[in-house]
């Protein structure tokens, strides 16, 4: 690890990644702006965009990787609109295992793997794993590790404690 490394969206949060490539859907989500937590948004222009990926990425490609930020979120919630269709190749290996290849540069490059990410997930049962923090104004993702996977909050300590707060607040104010 060179000690010039950006911190990963992901990290920002102190979270733990999540498992195999679902890792990287999970740092795409991240990169949104959480005004609670004084965090910018990582996708915001090509220059943010490039040092959060490591690579020259354009102002249209980071335009690009926001429509598919939100369209992930989407894709989480259950709720995503119909979107044209991705390519990704299959590549046949020499022992016979086969494995999704992703296609295109710059963000194409990017949308072809987080989809193909997020297949593998659905077919190894993580995909549902993977959901955002309830409290709106947070809406980091994490992994929920428990084993009912019943998790709401990013970080219940935080979160989770802002919100059991208003409730309570809200509880005196009514009983009042
Ligand atoms: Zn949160």
Known sequence: MSPSRLPSPTERFRLAPAPDGLSVVQDLLNTRAIAPYGLPDLIADGDTASATWGERLS?????????????????IAGELAPIPAVTVELVPDSDGSVRLSPTGTGADYIASQI????????QADTWRRLKRCKNEACGSAFYDRSRNNSGV?????TCGNVAN????????????
């Open 59 to 75: 102002d249209d490609d980071a335009a690009t990787l926001r429509a598919l930020r939100a369209d992930v979120e989407a894709a």
């Open 115 to 122: 989809w193909a990410e997020v297949l593998l997930a659905q």
């Open 153 to 157: 909050w990013h970080d219940v300590k």
């Open 165 to 176: 707060l208003r409730a309570s607040r809200a509880r005196k104010k009514a009983q009042v």
